[in-house]
Structure formats: C-alpha cells, structure tokens
C-alpha cells in the first residue's frame, strides 16, 4: 500500500507536466524551427544564401496563443521591412558611418514605439542595423534573402501553430478566479480570529498582506485576460464556449471587494498596534466585528462552491445588523472611537453589496 500512494503523486505530478501548455508550445516550437530549416534553402534566387533566418522567423511567430502568434508573426514581418526601408534610405542618400547609422537606429528605436507594433517593434532597428552593417556592399540581396526566409519561418510557425491549435486556458482562469475568494475569505477569517484573541493579537500576518491581495488581484487579471485571447482565432472556442465577459465581471467585483478589504485591514490594523493614523476599537464591539467578517467570509466561500448565496447573504447582513445595533448602543462614547468600527462596518456593507448585485447578475446570465 505504501508504494502505491508513493507512485500516485508522481504518476499525478508527471501527467500535469505531460498536459503542460508550456511542454506543448515547446514541442510545437521545435517542429516549427525543423521544418523551417528544412525548407530554407529551397528558396529561389539570392534568399538560399541566408538559410538561417528562416529558423529565427519560426522562432519568433511561436506564442502560447494563436492570437498572438499572429499579431507577433504580421508586426515582426512589418517591422523588417520598415527597418529595410530606413537603411535603404541611408544607402541610397549618403554613405554608412557612424553618423548615419547612429541616426538610424534612433528613429528605428523611435518607431519601434508606435502603438502599431507593440510587439515587434525592437525589429525595425535590428533590421536597419543588420542590412546596414551585415549586408554591406550587397544590401540588396541580404535585405530581399533577410525578409523571404523570415517570411518562411513565420509562415511555417503560424502553419504548426494552427494544425496543433493552442490549448484554451479556461480553466486556469476560473482557478485564479476561485483562489482569490479563497484568499479573500481566509484573511477576512484570520482578522476575525485576531479580534477575539487576547489583546492585543499575537497573530499580526494580515496586517502586512494587503500588498499581497494587490499584486494577486493583478495575476488574476492577467489570468482572465490570457484565457480571453486564448479564444480568439482558435477554433477549438466554438467546441469549448465559454462567457469571459462574466470572468471579467466576477473579477472586477473581486477588485473593488479587495479594495473595501484593504481599507478595513488598515484600519483595524491601526486600531491594535501603532499604525500611520489614531484608531481605537471599543473592548464591546470587537466580538460582533469578528462575527461579522467570518459571516462575509463564507458569502465568498458559498460563491466558490457553486451553492445559493440566499442563506450565507442573509447571515451576514444579520450580523452586520447586529454589529450596527451595537455601534448605536455605543452612544456614550466619543465619535472618534466609535469611527473605527464604523469604517469597518460600511466596508463590509459595501462588499456584502457587490457580491448581492454579482449574484444578481449571475441568476440573469444563467
């Protein structure tokens, strides 16, 4: 029994390597480059001499995406022939030197900015440069042999890419996506039990973390957003239909909640040890915060689970209720030790609102 749970995790860990888009681009990329190679000097005229570049040319059109192996493939190709035109003009108005090719691969770099070729770009100077000082005294046949075999290896790149189509990343989205409201979740709950603790709280890492929800908030976006160009001009979408424009909704409704849950994460924060601004929380009305932040947290959780959030809705705003009654009772005390829980309270009043219109939303999609 021992060697089969052994042999499980690895068998497990080898598939998932198996099934790796990066394994598969990296297959692709090598098949690419062969053939390339393989065509290359069977290319008429001048280009056989520069049987190299077609290689490079299937190199550069490889991408994780049938999108951007286009966009990359058409603006690389652009951008040669830019830079082919700019080191003509030079050849056929003055003399190579250190002043003209200096000049040259200055407004190459400039060009290489334009919003036109935002990833491509960097080619029209490597282009000027090379026919410049590469190609010499026959800039004509380089820069005709340059463009053909890149043009080739391109060519061949975007054929591999589209007979084994890139795989759709789905479902690494809506990963990020759940793990988000699990963090989400999990660092309302480790605040919650930090109130209820002997004070002040011996746990404290929540209250260096909201960085941390920041910079996940930003992998998530680019998550969603990789799976949304995954599906263009892939054929395999039509098969696996999919509406990102919900993963968009469902992600920027995270944002803003991330947003409230920052905000509180300071405050309370603040109000246990010595923070950037005064905060006091009254003894009375921690417990009913801690109740309250867990009753959010699992609104988060029942949205990961597919289940009603009817119920888990309901339980919150009744302990934000709760929570609001006890801030009434605290009359007696001065506003600025009651504004603490009440910045609080509104902020997860807020996030309460965003995942009521989320679900809202949902029903209506559905």
């Not at 090598?30 to 005229?45: D, E, Q, R």
């Not at 900015?113 to 282009?127: E, F, I, M, Q």
């Not at 660092?187 to 002040?200: G, N, S």
């Not at 910045?343 to 029903?363: C, E, H, P, T, Y």
Request: aromatic share 6%; glycine share 6%.
């Amino acid at each position: 029994m021992r060697i089969l749970s052994t042999e499980r995790p690895v068998a497990s860990r080898l598939k998932s390597w198996l099934v790796h888009p990066r394994l598969l681009l990296a297959v692709k990329t090598g098949v690419a480059v062969g053939i390339a190679w393989l065509i290359a000097p069977l290319m008429p005229g001048v280009a056989d001499d520069y049987p190299y570049y077609a290689p490079l040319g299937a190199l550069i059109s490889m991408s994780p995406t049938l999108m951007s192996s286009v966009k990359h493939g058409v603006q690389t190709l652009a951008a040669l022939a830019i830079g082919i035109l700019l080191a003509g003009i030079v050849i056929f108005l003055a003399e190579p030197n250190v002043i003209t090719i200096s000049l040259v691969i200055g407004v190459g770099v400039l060009i290489a900015g334009s919003r036109w070729l935002t990833t491509g770009g960097d080619y029209v100077a490597v282009a000027a440069l090379f026919v410049l000082i590469v190609g010499g005294q026959n800039a004509d046949a380089y820069s005709i042999g340059y463009l053909v075999q890149m043009s080739v290896g391109i060519t061949v790149g975007l054929a591999v890419n589209m007979i084994v189509l890139p795989p759709l990343n789905f479902s690494a989205a809506v990963l990020q996506l759940a793990s988000f409201r699990t963090q989400l979740s999990t660092h309302m709950r480790e605040i919650a039990a930090a109130l209820v603790e002997t004070w002040p709280p011996e746990h404290e890492q929540w209250a260096g973390r909201s960085g941390a929800l920041a910079e996940t908030a930003d992998e998530v976006r680019a998550a969603v957003r990789h799976a949304d160009e995954s599906r263009r001009l892939n054929p395999r979408a039509r098969l696996h239909q999919r509406d990102l424009n919900r993963d968009y909704e469902d992600l920027t409704a995270l944002e803003t909640m991330t947003f409230h849950v920052r905000d509180l994460t300071g405050v309370l924060s603040a109000s246990i040890w010595e923070g950037p601004f005064p905060a006091e929380l009254p003894e009375g009305l921690r417990e009913p915060l801690s109740t309250t932040l867990c009753a959010v947290a699992d609104v988060l959780i029942a949205r990961n689970d597919g289940k009603d959030l009817t119920p888990s809705v309901t339980a919150a705003d009744d302990a934000l209720v709760t929570l609001l009654a006890r801030l009434d009772d605290q009359s007696d005390l001065s506003p600025s030790s009651l504004s603490p829980a009440a910045s609080v309270a509104m902020d997860l009043r807020r996030i309460l609102a965003i995942m009521r219109q989320a679900d809202a939303q949902s029903s209506e999609q559905s």
